[in-house]
């Protein structure tokens, strides 16, 4: 026990070290950050970011695959990251969609008000474009993407975010007129759903591996809608200025990608299963002649177990210390100032509805990205069951008791601590293991914003369409969700049995 | 010891004492009778101050009751209700020993008030370890009872502390009452809806209703000189009174 507990410090002590870093003037020992976004070749642009500058000696960490456009763009703004691939469709009809002139101004100009600089790009396009399975797409004679308006019954489902864009569904929907209604779900499962025929028309990156692999067919988009997509990465304005040497650098991936480069590259990692630091280690030494970096594997699946179990434990532990420090007492006023407690119990209710990814998203102009934002957002979650339960139990306690113990001469403090509280405690048990439930559930999604955890395989599975690895964090999840529940019973049977 | 003085009461809008005045004396035991509704739980919870008047006073002990003195006055107050009212998640002898471990007491000198409490209540002392649910209805009325006289309190009061008992055990603990109370001294209120009960416990017995005090007196006085119809009602519902 103590061990762990020297773990967590440890954590702690890393935690504030690398704030601690992240906020110090950049110098040339301080890593370079690089993130990258929850898909393929995202991570693969990173990763050859990141092993570039390790190559040529410059200190570069890869925080990969940290969740959507959002996320990054508001990390790399607050100085969590340094630089990340984005695509110049996605910068123009989506991150700077509310600037004026942003479709036709020159992006550099456009991410300068912003504060950030690009390099040149990569040297691809990876456009969005609708897609069908070939079988289907020709026994419905649909080559175009206006051939959709013939046949309205079509299940259409596009990536989540695809689904919201301004360049994405919406203005695809109004362009063509398209009657169908589209639903939303994860990119890497939406081609399970073509093969299995739940669905009919999907969205598509032109540079995805599964294009191919699948035969599918890219329906052409008549009506000029998609706009362009060049990767190129991004990165702060002001931190250039202390880093000239690093933009430098980086330069050398201008141009280097085709799109039949970038294709085969997603193909490796997606059909070949080959890791993202493998084949950006390949495609560095193959094209640039860079010494290949030591890319084998430096963890076993111990080791990952441990890491990831300890992440989640921090994340939960302290999450939940700090919602019971603000909630029992809370719940507590609202037992005895009902009033009070119908405005508390309906701002957390009201706190509790907010979607869990939404209030991740929430967190980071304000907290950044990594486990802090993800721990507050935890413990917004976990006030609810905890204070309701309180109160409840509190509320609860038969009136002839209540009574009893003023008329026997206890103040009210000694009421609480003797009578009270012992006798709503499995009330307000129950309310705690419900939280710790709800919390190590939603923990998970700590990955999305660099929070790591057991969120962190589940979400590379699902993006590697690697069973394996999504059960070797959904296991341990779930058996976390037991111990703590069977510790709590456990507790709970040593408690009195309420009044 | 006791008197109320132009109390104004009510519940929910609800009036029930109106100009309500009572004296009750010290040293000796009082009755307060009446069907359910007439008002006399609510004097004792009055006393406690776990209900306060519209308006009037309550004096007791030669000085009006106040916020102040409220914790004092339930200190040196033995409060006995129906169900006992232990607490569930104590042992007998933690209810017992709660205040009086609040208060200082020492370990020895607990020890020794519990054995003249089991002995004056006939509890066997090793009922005092058990929970309150592994314990008979009566043994959880002596244990309660033995709560309210921990602390040696001056008054005690009494809500119909045996109605939820068997008649067996009721009419055992009624008699033991009565020598405790003749043993002790102390100044008792006794609430009951039963005349036989409040004539064979008490000496002076008030019959209440709907918030009116109907007659007061000895029970003779009851028998002798009913004052009105109601009365007489009253006492003919009971049977088996003393001579």
């Known amino acids: 026990m103590s061990g762990l507990l020297f773990r967590f410090v440890g954590l702690i002590a890393a935690g504030l070290i690398f704030t601690a870093t992240a906020t110090a003037g950049k110098n040339s020992s301080t890593p370079v950050v690089v993130g990258s976004k929850n898909f393929t070749e995202s991570v693969l642009l990173g990763e050859l970011a990141t092993q570039l500058l390790i190559a040529r000696g410059i200190p570069a960490v890869h925080r990969e695959a940290l969740g959507g456009s959002r996320i990054l763009w508001n990390a790399l703004q607050r100085g969590d990251i340094d630089v990340y691939p984005e695509y110049s469709g996605t910068l123009r009809f989506e991150l700077l969609a509310n600037v004026v002139e942003a479709t036709t101004a020159p992006l550099d100009k456009l991410l300068s008000g912003e504060g950030i600089a690009a390099l040149p790009p990569f040297g691809f396009a990876n456009n969005y474009a609708m897609g069908m399975a070939e079988p289907r797409a020709e026994g419905l004679h649909i080559t175009r993407v206006s051939d959709l308006l013939r046949h309205a019954g079509l299940k259409i489902g596009v990536s989540n975010e695809f689904l919201h864009r301004a360049d994405g569904w919406p203005g695809l929907k109004a362009a063509y007129q398209l009657p169908q209604l589209a639903t939303g779900l994860d990119h890497d499962l939406a081609y399970r759903g073509l093969v299995e025929g739940d669905l009919d028309v999907i969205d598509l990156y032109t540079t995805d591996a599964e294009i191919s692999y699948y035969n599918l067919r890219v329906l052409v988009d008549d009506r000029s809608y998609f706009p362009d997509y060049h990767a190129l990465l991004l990165y702060r304005a002001n931190w250039a200025a202390d880093r ?99 405005l508390i119990l309906g701002l957390t209710g009201a706190v509790q509805t907010i979607p869990s990814l939404a209030l991740l998203v929430f967190m980071i102009p304000l907290l950044g ?74 923990a998970t999604l700590g990955a999305l914003i660099g929070a790591g955890g057991y969120g962190q395989p589940i979400l590379a599975g699902i993006r590697l369409d690697d069973t394996g690895l999504i059960l070797q964090g959904a296991i341990p999840a779930v058996l976390m969700a037991f111990v703590v529940q069977g510790l709590f019973s456990m507790v709970e049977k040593k408690l009195p049995a309420s009044s | 010891m006791i008197q109320f003085r132009s109390i104004e009461f009510g ?56 916020a102040d003195r409220l914790i004092d006055i339930r200190r040196r107050t033995g409060y006995l209700i129906q169900s006992g ?159």
């Open chain 2, 85 to 243: 009212g232990l607490f569930p998640h104590l042992t007998a002898r933690d209810n017992v020993t709660l205040m009086a471990r609040r208060s200082g007491w020492n370990p020895r000198q607990i020890d020794q008030r519990l054995a003249e409490l089991a002995e004056l209540t006939r509890l066997k002392m090793d009922l005092l370890k058990r929970m309150p649910s592994a314990l008979s209805g009566g043994q959880r009325q002596r244990v309660a009872l033995m709560r309210a006289l921990m602390l040696d309190p001056d008054l005690l009061l009494l809500d119909e502390p045996f109605s939820a008992l068997d008649p067996l055990i009721r009419h055992e603990l009624q008699d033991e009452l009565k020598a405790l109370i003749g043993e002790l001294n102390k100044t008792v209120v006794l609430v009951s809806h039963d005349v036989a009960e409040a004539a064979w416990l008490a000496d002076h017995l008030v019959l209440l209703s709907e918030g009116e005090i109907i007659q007061q007196g000895a029970f003779s006085v009851f028998r002798d000189q009913p004052a009105t119809p109601f009365v007489e009602q009253f006492l003919a519902a009971s049977r088996g009174l003393p001579e």
């Open chain 2, 11 to 66: 519940f929910a809008g609800q009036r029930l004492f109106k100009d309500f005045n009572l004296n009750i004396v010290a040293g000796r035991s009082t009755a307060l009778m009446g069907s359910s509704g007439s008002g006399k739980s609510t004097l004792l919870r009055l006393i406690l101050g776990l209900l306060t008047p519209d308006a009037g006073e309550i004096v007791v002990g030669g000085e009006p009751l106040t």
């Open chain 1, 369 to 442: 990205i990594g486990t802090l934002p993800a721990i507050v957002a935890l413990f917004f979650y976990s006030l609810l069951p905890i204070l309701r339960n309180t109160e409840a139990g509190l509320s609860g306690i038969s009136h002839e008791l209540q009574e009893t113990a003023v008329a026997l001469g206890l103040s009210a403090w000694a009421r609480l601590w003797q009578i009270e509280l012992p006798l709503a405690s499995r009330t307000i048990l129950a309310g705690i293991k419900t939280a710790a439930v709800i919390n190590i559930g939603t």
């Open chain 1, 244 to 342: 000239p040497e690093v933009v430098g650098l980086l330069a050398a991936l201008s141009g280097q990608l085709s799109e039949v480069d970038i294709s085969r590259l997603n193909s490796l990692q997606k059909l070949d299963k080959q890791p993202a630091k493998e084949v950006a280690a390949q495609f560095l030494e193959n094209r640039l002649k860079l010494a290949p970096a030591d890319v084998r594997p430096q963890s076993n699946l111990r080791k990952e177990l441990w890491i990831t179990t300890s992440q989640q434990l921090f994340m939960v532990g302290v999450s939940m210390f700090a919602a019971l420090l603000l909630a029992l007492p809370l719940g507590v006023l609202a037992a005895k100032k009902p009033a009070i407690g119908r």
